[in-house]
């Protein structure tokens, strides 16, 4: 059964905890990226990574750090730099042109 | 920064209608794609069209794109209440996709 996972699916977190959102695929994509969306947006590019080892910042990473040590997981943390983190949280791999997404977690920060 | 523009931002049609979203972008790409989203979830990836294409079917999926003006629309025909969700356009560059905002459709029973 292939695909993208991401755990868990809603977080809660209390004002300056740290917290990490997990990614996980199995479809062999070297390309992942971290995505957040607001009620009503689009989504922003926070993180990705091309390749294990290396990864980029997108439009919106302060607050937010990455780490790409295997080819199938790209967990997100989220700092308690992060002045509104709450939001949705959406992991995707990529494959030539196509991005495949997880379910998402939904974080909330009390 | 967004690339693609959708519009509307909402639409709302009868079940059986069709059901037409369009985007504008603004520079220069490889490909564009259509994606849904229901409430809650993951996108999932509809439909590519490629910068040299036209016009692209897919099921009840038709999709154009006019190059000379940045433009494409999606058209959903014979809509269903199972085609309500969000639907967003995504261009191509050269760090991965850049989605727009979104066209939220809602079919009425």
């Known amino acids: 059964d292939g695909g993208i996972t991401q755990s868990p699916k809603y977080l809660f977190r209390k004002e300056g905890q740290n917290v990490t959102l997990s990614c996980e695929q199995n479809?062999?994509?070297?390309?992942m990226y971290w995505y957040r969306q607001d009620p009503g947006q689009g989504l922003r590019l926070i993180y990705y990574?091309?390749?294990?080892?290396?990864?980029q910042k997108g439009d919106i990473a302060e607050g937010y750090s990455v780490s790409r040590e295997k080819k199938e997981s790209f967990p997100l943390t989220v700092t308690s730099a992060q002045k509104n983190p709450t939001a949705f949280y959406l992991c995707?791999?990529?494959?030539?042109?196509?991005?495949?997404f997880g379910p998402g977690t939904r974080l909330t920060v009390l | 920064s967004q690339q693609g523009e959708e519009d509307p931002q909402a639409l709302s049609i009868q079940e059986g209608e069709n059901a037409t979203m369009n985007c504008s972008y603004k520079t220069s790409i490889n490909n564009l794609q259509w994606y849904r989203q229901n409430s809650g979830r993951g996108l999932v990836h509809l439909i590519l069209?490629?910068?040299?294409?036209r016009e692209k079917h897919s099921g009840r999926l038709r999709v154009t794109l006019d190059t000379s003006k940045k433009s494409s629309s999606l058209l959903i025909t014979a809509s269903r209440a199972a085609d309500t969700a969000s639907y967003f356009c995504?261009?191509?560059?050269?760090?991965?996709?850049?989605f727009g905002k979104g066209t939220h459709l809602i079919i009425q029973p």
């Open positions: 069209i490629r910068s040299n294409e």
């Open positions: 995707a791999s990529m494959s030539t042109d196509t991005q495949y």
């Open positions: 990574s091309q390749i294990v080892n290396d990864f």
């Open positions: 479809l062999n994509h070297d390309a």
């Open positions: 995504a261009t191509r560059g050269a760090d991965g996709l850049t």
